[in-house]
């Protein structure tokens, strides 16, 4: 689903969804954060709690929130094999990031803002144990999708 602002370009709805939910974070241990919970429960990590990788988790989440299926999983680069890839990011769009290894199958995930020469801004979960934006490397990009049905 896309929302038109009527202020500008369209917006896909699960943007509103994951801005909303700017500023949750991971609760120190001993804690858990039960909306984490619920991002984890739309993914292959139902009932764990907010001590683990909960990137993919949210983007699941969020896109459920709108009505889209996201890849169930909690693999972060799950996303490559998702909807459709694209050539340039788009507003919104998930970003699949390496960590630290390109061949390895770790990686990170978020939602598309801008980006400049250098950087590569998201908007995600479990970015420095919150729900925010955050700069990361151009170089770190392995791709860009959106959803099959757009």
């Not at 896309?2 to 241990?29: Q, S, Y």
């Not at 984490?36 to 969020?62: A, H, M, P, R």
């Not at 919150?130 to 770190?140: D, G, I, M, Q």
Request: aromatic share 14%; glycine share 10%; proline share 5%.
């Amino acid at each position: 689903m896309i929302i038109d602002t009527r202020d500008g370009p369209a917006k896909p709805a699960w943007m509103f969804v994951a801005i909303a939910e700017r500023g949750v974070r991971r609760f120190p241990v001993g804690e858990t954060n039960p909306r984490i919970v619920e991002y984890n429960n739309e993914t292959n990590l139902v009932g764990y709690d907010d001590k683990i990788s909960w990137c993919s988790s949210f983007i699941n989440w969020c896109l459920a929130s709108a009505g889209v299926r996201g890849t169930g999983s909690a693999l972060a680069r799950s996303w490559l094999d998702w909807g459709i890839a694209l050539e340039r990011p788009i507003y919104g769009c998930i970003v699949v990031l390496t960590r630290e290894d390109p061949t390895s199958w770790r990686g990170h995930v978020g939602f598309y803002l801008r980006h400049d020469d250098e950087f590569i801004y998201l908007f995600g979960g479990n970015q420095l144990d919150e729900v925010r934006e955050l700069a990361y490397p151009v170089a770190s990009v392995l791709g860009y999708r959106w959803p099959q049905s757009f």
